[in-house]
């Protein structure tokens, strides 16, 4: 089995297979729309000895938050096989190949939203995305009230104060997109009432923009309908009361409220009445750490000084399992692989991205992987490994 980029004049046979895979309805392609030139790019594929490709996917290249930093993420998306060919490791081998591929590329992290947790389990991804689902009738916000000024930015406004209040609401996050161009085109173009997407931006009584949100408009029933929040972001706490304010003005014409909402954020203190608010946390993707080595190194680390050993078994990527020793102090870190030796902890690639991400903190991680026993130097871990601001809301 051969596994590589696939070549501009196969692009149309990848399009055979993600349509195939998924059940896609093809429509006529407009001939006043060209074709992109480079849509094979990023497009990794399986193929047999007789060089029938067999399976593919996507591995898009972002930039995202971590700790701080601007890091490499490799995205996962439309994982596709034909039926015919399933159940013979194809998919299994463009991973091997991808996970190498976003090793020597410099790559951090890759992430993606599965359609199966447990099927990607076996590449080393682990949930580290959940979302806050609330369900809340409209009357529940009749006693909001904002000072702010709100406007409904339109296409065509100046996107600059919905760039920074993202960029501000997601900088001490971890993986979060830093958004280019591309990111902000696909978040906002089209006709709003076409597409029944409205987007409003508040500002301070200084005039300077502290939240947004892009509303999307359901349907319950006929003449019947909700609100659902597409996109949200605010420049610090409190943010949430601009939003809120706005729905009470909107209640006569929707009857619900859906937001799947930063799970930092708990509206079990926003209302009077919680009970009448319905909540469903659910997992929203998986992660897996591609560089252990400069994941423990780009971690924020105390100001006082420490040391500890990590034992990492990933089976897919050599350089990074071994046991790794880390010096810190003065907030900076140094890790580096030793050849041998006890550790603190041993754990395998997807508890240690759910640990260096801040999915889990130290105790969190003894409820759920007990099988990795307690560690040794539990106080020093417990420092280190803290739960972080995990976001991620572009999808791919």
Not at 144 to 173: C, H, K
Not at 181 to 195: I, V
């Amino acid at each position: 089995m051969l596994v590589r980029p696939i070549k501009p004049e196969e692009m149309q046979k990848a399009r055979d297979i993600f349509d195939i895979a998924f059940g896609m309805e093809r429509k006529p392609r407009d001939p006043d729309k060209p074709e992109d030139p480079d849509a094979h790019v990023d497009i990794r594929a399986a193929f047999n000895e007789a060089g029938v490709m067999m399976g593919l996917f996507h591995l898009i290249p972002y930039t995202v938050w971590y700790e701080g930093h601007q890091v490499g993420m490799g995205g996962i998306g439309g994982v596709a096989t034909l039926p015919e060919h399933r159940r013979y490791g194809s998919i299994r081998a463009v991973f091997d190949y991808c996970l190498r591929e976003m090793y020597e590329r410099g790559m951090l992290v890759s992430t993606l939203y599965p359609f199966s947790y447990a099927y990607y389990r076996k590449f080393g991804y682990e949930t580290a995305f959940v979302r806050r689902r609330l369900q809340v009738k409209m009357s529940e916000f009749a006693r909001f009230r904002s000072d702010e000024s709100i406007t409904q930015w339109m296409p065509g406004d100046d996107e600059a104060p919905l760039r920074q209040v993202y960029d501000s609401f997601v900088r001490n996050t971890n993986m979060a997109v830093c958004r280019e161009d591309e990111n902000w085109e696909w978040k906002l173009k089209g006709d709003p009432f076409e597409k029944r997407r409205y987007i409003y931006l508040w500002r301070d009584t200084n005039g300077e923009p502290t939240s947004y949100v892009i509303l999307g408009v359901g349907d319950i029933e006929k003449y019947v309908r909700h609100l659902h929040v597409q996109d949200f972001a605010c420049r610090g706490p409190g943010g949430t009361q601009g939003l809120f304010a706005l729905l009470r003005n909107m209640s006569a014409a929707y009857e619900q409220f859906i937001w799947e909402m930063p799970p930092w954020i708990d509206p079990n203190t926003l209302f009077h009445e919680p009970i009448e608010a319905k909540q469903e946390i659910q997992p929203r993707g998986m992660a897996r750490i591609i560089n252990v080595g400069e994941s423990l190194r780009l971690l924020r680390h105390p100001e006082a000084p420490g040391s500890y050993t990590l034992r990492v078994i990933d089976a897919q990527l050599p350089e990074n399992d071994g046991v790794w020793q880390v010096e810190f102090g003065s907030g900076q870190a140094q890790a580096k692989k030793v050849q041998s030796g006890e550790a603190d902890w041993t754990l395998d690639i997807r508890a240690f991205t759910q640990l260096v991400l801040g999915f889990y903190d130290v105790d969190a991680m003894l409820w759920n992987w007990p099988e990795a026993g307690a560690p040794a130097n539990i106080d020093t871990l417990q420092r280190v490994f803290r739960r972080r601001k995990l976001f991620l809301a572009d999808y791919f």
